[in-house]
């Protein structure tokens, strides 16, 4: 199996194989096997604290959409699960497929998602910039949440309405006022384990927790991000569809369930 995802990294357009990622051990996406992940009791509580006023603008970056915010404070931040310190929030973006049959970037029981979505914090206490806290392996902090086709989300809505005005590859829109905590289920259950960016530089930094419920989002809403566009104004227009990456092997890898 391991042979056939270096075969299929090497295929992809989009990225290098992990032969090209000095001991690349903990890569990232990988496939969640429930039977297979180990409850953990000494995992904590995610403790999620956010400062809606320090959301910044929507920029598209001609791989997905990125929501930034203010990192020079402490005001966005999460603590406790299986994090030795508290992380700052710097971005939340998506990953999704053309049809609702795929998308997300991990799959739970080889099960595929329409979407997933990504928060990204980095470790302030330890590391003086993100740059830096990118390139060490307790560096990052990624919540992952699956989105599911179902009901319309308000809270998603509003930022749904912003998209058309970054329909294109370097494009950014100021937006001043959003509580990504909208986006995060309720329900505290999440896996996690160690592993990596999914997209270039792909550096072995990141703690990933991932809900175990998904939030649900209407077809429109899905829509919207399928209008988005990997190009730039004036290029041939080329939808941001697919804008995930394959599954990665395992490897020496255990991943750790807050719930039995
Ligand atoms: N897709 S991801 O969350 O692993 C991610 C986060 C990030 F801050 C930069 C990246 F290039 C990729
Ligand atoms: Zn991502």
């Not at 992990?18 to 096997?33: E, M």
């Not at 920029?59 to 999460?78: A, H, M, Q």
Request: charged share 20%.
């Amino acid at each position: 199996a391991c042979c056939s995802y270096r075969l299929r990294n090497a295929l992809h357009p989009l990225w290098q194989s992990p032969l090209s990622i000095p001991g690349g051990s903990r890569q990232s996406p990988i496939n969640i096997q429930w039977r297979d992940s180990v409850y953990d009791p000494f995992l904590k509580p995610l403790k999620i604290s956010y400062d809606p006023t320090t959301c910044l603008h929507i920029w598209n970056n001609g791989y997905s959409f990125l929501v930034e915010f203010d990192d020079s404070t402490d005001r966005s931040i999460i603590v406790g699960g299986p994090l030795e310190n508290q992380y700052r929030l710097k971005q939340f973006h998506f990953h999704w497929g053309a049809i609702n049959e795929w998308g997300s970037e991990h799959t739970v029981d080889s099960k595929f998602y329409p979407a997933e979505l990504h928060l990204v914090h980095w470790n302030a206490v330890v590391y003086p910039t993100f740059e830096e806290a990118v390139m060490e392996g307790n560096g990052l902090a990624v919540i992952g949440v699956f989105l599911k086709l179902g009901a319309h989300h308000e809270g998603l809505q509003t930022l749904v309405d912003a998209l058309p005005a970054v329909k294109h590859k370097d494009t950014v829109i100021e937006f001043d006022v959003f509580d990504p905590s909208c986006l995060i289920p309720s329900c505290p259950d999440y896996w996690t384990y160690a592993g990596s960016l999914t997209t270039p530089p792909l550096t072995e930094s990141v703690t990933w927790i991932i809900k175990k419920k998904p939030i649900e989002v209407d077809e429109n809403q899905l829509e919207a991000f399928r209008m988005l566009l990997f190009t730039s104004d004036g290029e041939e227009e080329k939808r941001m569809v697919d804008n995930f990456r394959p599954l990665q092997p395992l490897m020496n890898r255990t991943v750790r369930s807050s719930f039995q």
